[in-house]
T-cell receptor, first 112, second 118 residues
Framework: QQQVKQSPQSLIVQKGGISIINCAYE??????FPWYQQFPGKGPALLIA?????SEKKEGRFTISFNKSAKQFSLHIMDSQPGDSATYFC???????????FGKGTMLLVSP | GAVVSQHPSWVICKSGTSVKIECRSL??????MFWYRQFPKQSLMLMAT?????????EQGVEKDKFLINHASLTLSTLTVTSAHPEDSSFYIC??????????????FGEGSWLTVV
């Protein structure tokens, strides 16, 4: 059973546009919802994360929207730049010392 | 700067030999480290969870005798791929949990290690 479904698998956005990546989950015990950014040949790095007590969190050009009832959260990248071209993973986890559950990833290409 | 360091960044070894990858937490003591494997254009697959001073917990389907994990200190975990074969060629990534982080959520990843078995 796939606990985390991420979409789309790949995404091409023009420079300056908005990139939107979605993540749907099954496990209602998840209480931490991060997005990781991974450049080719590098390890993933935490981009932004949200807890379920808020519906939205914004950090610069990056925003997480969280819909608890729908069990979905999304990443919005405003004013997308070529340097944002990377693979993005949602990786929710449960409370305490549980592990991250990675989605399959979204390859984002921002065209100049 | 990086708070989790992996070494080597890449390694080529002959089939049948063993290779060791190190993962160090630089600014904190990591009681728990994780080892992942990632194939090209795929997601990260958790191989095992390593707790300092105790045996690692392996995920289903991961051969513990092939992928030896040692977490002998609070800042160092090692993954040894024994009797490596070409199908073990992959990108191996470690991560470490900062116990001082918020509610166990602060997890840092290393830069990864490319293993090529020829």
């Amino acid at each position: 059973q796939q606990q985390v479904k991420q979409s789309p698998q790949s995404l091409i956005v023009q420079k300056g546009g908005i990139s939107i990546i979605n993540c749907a989950y099954e496990n209602t015990a998840f209480d931490y919802f991060p997005w990781y950014q991974q450049f080719p040949g590098k390890g993933p790095a935490l981009l932004i994360a949200i807890r379920p007590d808020v519906s939205e969190k914004k950090e610069g050009r990056f925003t997480i929207s969280f819909n608890k009832s729908a069990k979905q959260f999304s990443l919005h990248i405003m004013d997308s730049q070529p340097g944002d071209s990377a693979t993005y993973f949602c990786a929710p986890k449960g409370s305490g010392y549980s592990t991250l559950t990675f989605g399959k990833g979204t390859m984002l290409l921002v065209s100049p | 700067g990086a708070v989790v360091s992996q070494h080597p960044s890449w390694v080529i070894c002959k089939s049948g030999t063993s290779v060791k990858i190190e993962c160090r937490s630089l600014d904190f003591q990591a009681t728990t480290m994780f080892w992942y494997r990632q194939f090209p254009k795929q997601s990260l697959m958790l191989m095992a969870t390593s707790n300092e001073g105790s045996k690692a917990t392996y995920e289903q389907g991961v051969e513990k005798d092939k992928f030896l994990i040692n977490h002998a200190s609070l800042t160092l975990s090692t993954l040894t791929v024994t009797s490596a074969h070409p199908e073990d060629s992959s990108f191996y990534i470690c991560s470490a949990r900062d116990p001082q982080g918020a509610r166990g959520n602060t997890i840092y990843f290393g830069e990864g290690s490319w293993l090529t078995v020829v």
